[in-house]
């Protein structure tokens, strides 16, 4: 494939200003140039937020069933283009076919489910206190919001932060992260065709710059990120200073805690899936395993198995069940992370780089297993974002408890047992905005509230049914309705 990307502004697809752009290569061999994006500048951010700010004002007054069935529209299209959108997908961002198809049906499931929301944005009504006064609340848009969004998931995050916040009758200037420019521009070019109103959604790539020029723009009301827990505490600090609402949703170090009940194969392969599948590039990835000592040799045998049978390679070839790492950056990280946890646990497998002849040229790390570790080690604590397994031993049900609330993320978790005591202690107990009982650490579902806490979420949940409500503001109103004057006690 090959995609020369274009900013959309104003439902203009153009250049940067300057006419910077760069290459967009595919990480499984770097050879391969895909296409292009623009280099964008403070500037190409002003003028998409006057676009978006001259769109708002025609925007809101759509009634939201009609943004609503617009949305309709847009899921339409990207299911005519799913195919599309997953082939792009893994040729930019590495992740193997089959789970990018996964991705674009995960976006339709979402959408859908959004676009609901144009009939569901509710207030409510209230006694008052004062005789012959109606008392109601409404919902209004926020204005131009700011979207910035990471490289793993380029076409669900995008979209499900559009879609509930364009709903709620917002307009958006959408900054993709620069690895995975040709999702965005597909989505663009989607967005478009389905009806959407010119200035509606702008699009800006780049890096750092484009991202702060948003940040600070005096005309974009909010932020929503999606990103690394470093990044986002310098964006919840700006959005602090500039006194805009802001959402973030960043790392996670997500532990399957397997107790000594637990059906054994069924762990493993849970584990195997979220600490290997996507080349761990996910914020719910399975990081940690926290295993009782009794069960502990079974499991980290059986996970070491599977970390051996999985296939690296190209991720649109056939048989492939792992892709690479999205960039030279990524996998750097995730090799020194593997060269710490050699001093930190017992290799099992893995800890390399995949030279093989026919991976020599792509960003492939090798799935990776360290045992034994201790459980305030640095690949216990911190988040690698790579296919590296740190597997805890404990001895009790309420130290792996401990264990899996000690660091300082809290986005999802699993629990491995057939004890309903001890499943609903758990769901009680583990710190985490999601908790999963006997299933993968990895999957969400678009009419559930994702997202964590501590270190890992600020601000509201995304999806589910209340995810609009972060780009709208409440207003209370009284309405006298008697004719008299308002007697009694002012408060």
Not at 33 to 54: C, F, L, Y
Not at 354 to 376: C, K
Not at 399 to 410: R, Y
Request: with cysteine.
């Amino acid at each position: 494939m090959h995609l020369d990307c274009q900013n959309l502004i104003g439902g203009t697809f153009q250049d940067a200003g300057d006419g910077q752009k760069s290459e967009n290569t595919c990480p499984a061999d770097t050879r391969h140039v895909i296409g292009t994006a623009p280099e964008s500048t403070a500037k190409d951010v002003d003028a998409a937020v006057a676009a978006a700010k001259t769109a708002f004002s025609s925007w809101r007054q759509v009634t939201a069933p009609a943004r609503g069935d617009l949305l309709f529209a847009v899921a339409a299209k990207i299911s005519e283009r799913a195919e599309e959108l997953a082939q792009a997908l893994s040729w930019e961002e590495g992740k193997i076919i089959a789970e990018a198809r996964g991705e674009v049906q995960k976006t339709l499931k979402y959408l859908q489910f959004a676009a609901g929301d144009g009939r569901r944005m509710n207030g409510f009504t209230s006694p008052s206190e004062i005789s012959g006064t109606f008392a109601c609340t409404m919902w209004r848009p926020r204005g131009v919001i700011g979207l910035i969004t990471p490289w793993n998931f380029p076409v669900a995050i995008p979209m499900w932060k559009i879609a509930p916040a364009i709903v709620a009758g917002n307009t958006v200037v959408l900054k993709p992260a620069p690895e995975t420019p040709a999702t965005a521009h597909i989505l663009g070019e989607i967005l478009q065709d389905a009806g959407i109103p010119d200035g509606v959604v702008n699009i800006i790539y780049g890096d750092v710059e484009p991202a702060q020029a948003l940040l600070h723009h005096p005309d974009v009301e909010a932020i929503s990120f999606t990103g690394s827990t470093h990044v986002g505490r310098i964006i919840e600090k700006a959005c602090g200073e500039n006194h805009k609402p802001v959402q973030c949703e960043l790392g996670g170090k997500n532990a399957i805690i397997v107790l000594d009940d637990a059906d054994i194969e069924l762990a493993a392969s849970a584990t195997a899936m979220g600490a290997f599948g996507s080349t761990g590039q996910r914020c719910t990835a399975t990081s940690r395993a926290i295993v009782m000592d009794s069960v502990a040799d079974d499991f980290v045998d059986a996970v070491t198995a599977k970390a051996k049978e999985v296939v690296a390679g190209h991720p649109v070839a056939d048989g492939v069940t792992m892709g690479p790492s999205v960039s030279g950056r990524q996998l750097d990280q995730v090799l020194r992370y593997m060269e710490i946890g050699k001093g930190e646990g017992a290799l099992r497998t893995g800890a390399t780089r995949l030279n093989a002849d026919d991976l020599s040229h792509g960003y492939f790390p090798e799935p990776t297993v360290f045992d034994n570790v201790p459980r305030g080690s640095r690949i216990a604590v911190e988040e690698i974002f790579g296919p590296v397994l740190s597997v805890v031993r404990v001895s009790s049900f309420d130290e792996a408890i401990d264990v899996a609330n000690e660091i300082p993320f809290g986005l999802t978790g699993s629990v491995y047992t057939h004890d309903v005591g001890r499943v609903f202690a758990s769901i009680d107990r583990i710190d985490s905005g999601m908790t999963q009982i006997n299933n993968p650490t990895v999957g969400g579902e678009g009419h559930l509230p994702f997202g964590g806490i501590k270190a890992t979420g600020v601000g509201p949940r995304e999806m589910g049914p209340d995810a609009w409500k972060f780009y709208a503001e409440e207003k209370t109103v009284y309405i006298n309705h008697g004719g008299g004057a308002r007697k009694g006690k002012f408060y």
